[in-house]
C-alpha cells in the first residue's frame, strides 16, 4: 500500500512534467508515461532510503553494548513497517557473502537484508566461516 500511495501522489507532477495541463484530459500515452515515470521515481526512492536504512542498522547490529537493545528495538519495527525483512540465518547463504575463516560452521558478522514487496537483496550479509560441525550457526540471533 505504501508503494501504491507513493505513486499515486507521484502521478500529477509526472502528468505536468509531461505538458498536461490540470484542467485538460491528457492523452492516453501520455498518461501512460506519465504512470510509468511516477511508478519508476517510487521504486527508486523506495530502493534508495531502504538501503540507507539497511546499512544503518547493519551498523547498530553490529556494535555492542546497551544502547543496541534500546535502538534494534526501533529499528525492527521501522524494518517492519518498510517490509524490509533482516536475515540473521546463515542457511540462506545466497544472501550472504563469507569474507572469511575456515570450517564447517558459519559466525554471523552482519545481517543481510531483503525488500519483502520485491524479494531483492537490497544489503548483503557477511559471515565467517568457524571450526565446529556443520550446520551449527555462532552467533548471536536477531
Do not use: N
Amino acid at each position: 500500500m505504501t508503494v501504491i500511495k507513493g505513486v499515486a501522489a507521484r502521478v500529477p507532477e509526472a502528468l505536468e512534467a509531461a505538458g498536461a495541463g490540470a484542467d485538460e484530459v491528457p492523452p492516453v500515452g501520455a498518461l501512460t508515461a506519465a504512470v510509468r515515470r511516477a511508478v519508476l521515481d517510487e521504486f527508486r526512492t523506495r530502493a534508495q532510503f531502504t538501503g540507507c536504512l539497511a546499512e544503518i542498522d547493519a551498523l547498530l547490529w553490529s556494535r555492542a553494548g546497551d544502547s543496541r537493545e534500546t535502538v534494534e528495538g526501533a529499528m525492527t519495527a521501522h524494518l517492519r513497517e518498510l517490509r524490509l525483512l533482516r536475515v540473521t540465518e546463515p542457511e540462506e547463504s545466497d544472501r550472504f557473502v563469507v569474507t572469511e575463516g575456515k570450517g564447517d560452521a558459519f559466525e554471523l558478522l552482519s545481517p543481510a537484508y531483503v525488500d519483502e514487496l520485491t524479494g531483492k537483496v537490497i544489503l548483503a550479509g557477511q559471515l565467517r566461516r568457524v571450526a565446529g560441525p556443520a550446520g551449527v550457526k555462532v552467533g548471536e540471533e536477531a
